[in-house]
């Protein structure tokens, strides 16, 4: 099997798990359920995850990854000197929401089935607020950005009255213009 194969199988796996997860509830995950929505046998999924665990584990792995990912890029790119990881932050979560939140469902998995997992994320949220706060603006507006930016994120992830899109958007600019890295 080559290694674009893999890794495509692989993210279906991922993106089947997810979205049993979403739709269905945690109860329906099984390796079974994800082989069948992954279109692939239950021996193929078991190449790439082994147990329940492992694929779950592969969830937490992946959603981190791709936003450790998508807010160093962004930091990478921002050529202004103050405030970069502040709007990074915000910017990638908003990202997502607008994404419709692919591998969050990962979170409630973690949540009911081994809450260690999420000691990577705790760790890399820690560095995140260090960054935030050392970011050349105002740290506690920074922090609030990063707060609210969660909060919203948190909302729409379990459904708790989530903000209409024209709202969304006028908070995201909001937030932006605060984090504008300008001598306040």
């Given at each position: 099997m080559s290694s674009d194969n893999r890794t495509s199988a692989r993210a279906?796996?991922?993106t089947a798990a997810s979205d049993i997860i979403r739709n269905q509830g945690l109860e329906r995950l099984t390796l079974e359920a994800v082989a069948k929505e992954a279109g692939l046998s239950k021996g193929g999924l078991l190449y790439h995850f082994?147990?329940?665990?492992?694929?779950?584990?592969g969830m937490v792995e992946e959603l981190n990854s791709n936003y450790a990912a998508d807010i160093q890029e962004r930091v990478t790119n921002d050529s202004r000197a103050k405030g970069k990881w502040s709007r990074a932050y915000v910017e990638s979560t908003f990202s997502g929401l607008e994404d419709g939140f692919p591998m969050s469902s990962a979170l409630s998995a973690v949540l009911f089935t081994n809450p260690k997992l999420l000691e990577e994320m705790q760790t890399q949220y820690g560095i995140w607020q260090r960054n935030i706060e050392n970011d050349g603006i105002n740290p506690v507006r920074a922090s609030i950005a990063r707060?609210?930016?969660d909060g919203l994120w948190f909302s729409e992830v379990f459904?708790?009255?989530?903000l209409d899109q024209k709202l969304r958007e006028r908070v995201f600019h909001e937030l932006m213009n605060w984090l504008k890295g300008e001598d306040e």
């Open positions: 279906r796996i991922l082994p147990s329940k665990e492992a694929l779950i584990t707060l609210t930016a459904g708790l009255s989530p």
